[in-house]
């Protein structure tokens, strides 16, 4: 099984922060990963896939980068409902597995 | 609208079973892999399991093989998960979910609380 190790598990930022959680694959997955958006009460909803591909109506602050076991995603500026928790999503052989989550905290 | 709208969840006695429904709407159910989401409360999201479009692979996590079953009906534009053997760990939120193009959950329902506890 492929784990998913995001880094950090808190990150403590202010609106206008540049601000980047990093994703590692216990082995090589190439391009297919997803990062998702969760809000306290809400399903996750999906930001990035294939590591790079912007889903359409996300604001272009967020981005996706990497393959094989490292991936990042970035979000160039900090806006105040971008405050959640952000998870990255790997598919291998009909199979998924997400990291542990990176919550997005105010400072 | 399209959307995907679970119900069935509920408060089960360990060892005991629940199916899940997922109906969907606004969009041709018949032509997606469907899966199933799990979280349990305050924690993060595990992957369930997945069903291709007509139902002829079905694919789990470990920790569920032999007690849970994904199945469909395109007919009722349905989505279900047979529970059985439920323990206390299986205690969650199970959310449904459409499969994209590139394999992304591009669609998730809000969720059905299932809670195991005697």
């Known amino acids: 099984d492929i784990e998913m190790t995001q880094s950090p598990s808190t990150l403590s930022a202010s609106v206008g922060d540049r601000v980047t959680i990093s994703c590692r694959a216990s082995?090589?997955?190439?391009?297919?990963l997803a990062w998702y958006q969760q809000k306290p009460g809400q399903a996750p909803k999906v930001l990035i896939y294939m590591a790079s591909t912007l889903e359409s109506g996300v604001p272009s602050r967020f981005s996706g980068s990497g393959s094989g076991t490292e991936f990042t995603l970035t979000i160039s500026s900090l806006q105040p409902d971008d405050f959640a928790t952000y998870y990255c999503?790997?598919?291998?052989?009909?199979?998924?597995?997400f990291g542990q989550g990176t919550k997005l905290e105010i400072k | 609208e399209v959307q995907l709208v679970e119900s069935g969840g509920g408060l089960v006695q360990p060892g005991g079973s629940l199916r899940l429904s997922c109906a969907a709407s606004g969009f041709t159910f018949s032509t997606f892999w469907m899966s199933w989401v799990r979280q349990a409360p305050g924690k993060g999201l595990e992957w369930v399991a997945n069903?291709?479009?007509?139902?002829?692979?079905?694919y789990c996590v470990d920790s569920v093989k032999g007690r849970f079953t994904i199945s469909r009906d395109s007919a009722k534009n349905s989505l279900y998960l047979q529970m059985n053997s439920l323990r206390g760990d299986d205690t969650a939120v199970y959310y449904c979910?459409?499969?994209?193009?590139?394999?992304?959950?591009?669609?998730w329902g809000r969720g059905t609380l299932v809670t195991v506890s005697s």
């Open positions: 082995q090589s997955i190439g391009n297919w």
């Open positions: 999503q790997q598919y291998n052989s009909y199979s998924y597995s």
């Open positions: 069903i291709k479009q007509d139902g002829s692979e079905k």
């Open positions: 979910a459409r499969i994209g193009v590139d394999w992304h959950f591009d669609l």
